[in-house]
């Protein structure tokens, strides 16, 4: 049941945004093992010009370099760190080769939100781990 936030350099593109939110979305069925009908994907852009790395934005480094964000939220204990390490090594490969040109300060966070404190639909994920 993760929600996923993802933040790209530059300006909204309805392809990279079909393409990435599948590619991160299959992912996250195949590495972390959670159900592709309660993935959430939101995808955003934020121009190149109020992204900034080590001081500088986007739009005024000469390597001309993209970047993401990438937030995913899931159950606290529901991954082992293995899983976890091979999702952030795969999902960045990925999405650089999806959106291209990546600069490696691109981040990934797997958020382990408290089951008792995280859900859908009204319903933690606590309650569904009790009564399902």
Request: overall charge negative; aromatic content about 4%; cysteine-free.
């Given at each position: 049941m993760p929600h996923i936030n993802l933040q790209i350099s530059g300006q909204p593109?309805?392809?990279?945004?079909?393409?990435?939110?599948?590619t991160v979305a299959e992912l996250t069925q195949r590495i972390l093992r959670k159900e592709e009908n309660?993935?959430?994907?939101?995808?955003?852009y934020l121009p190149r010009e109020q992204w900034i790395i080590?001081?500088?934005?986007?739009?005024?480094r000469s390597d001309g370099r993209n970047a993401f964000q990438l937030d995913i939220s899931v159950t606290d204990e529901t991954n082992t760190k293995?899983?976890?390490a091979q999702y952030l090594k795969d999902t960045?490969?990925?999405?650089?080769?999806v959106i291209g040109d990546v600069n490696k300060v691109s981040y990934i966070h797997v958020?382990?939100?408290r089951a008792a404190a995280y859900g859908?639909?009204?319903?933690?994920?606590?309650y569904?781990?009790?009564h399902g």
């Open positions: 593109d309805a392809e990279l945004t079909r393409r990435a939110a599948a309660v993935i959430a994907v939101t995808v955003g080590g001081g500088k934005a986007l739009s005024e293995a899983e976890k960045f490969a990925a999405l650089s080769e958020i382990d939100a859908y639909g009204g319903l933690s994920q606590e569904r781990h009790q």
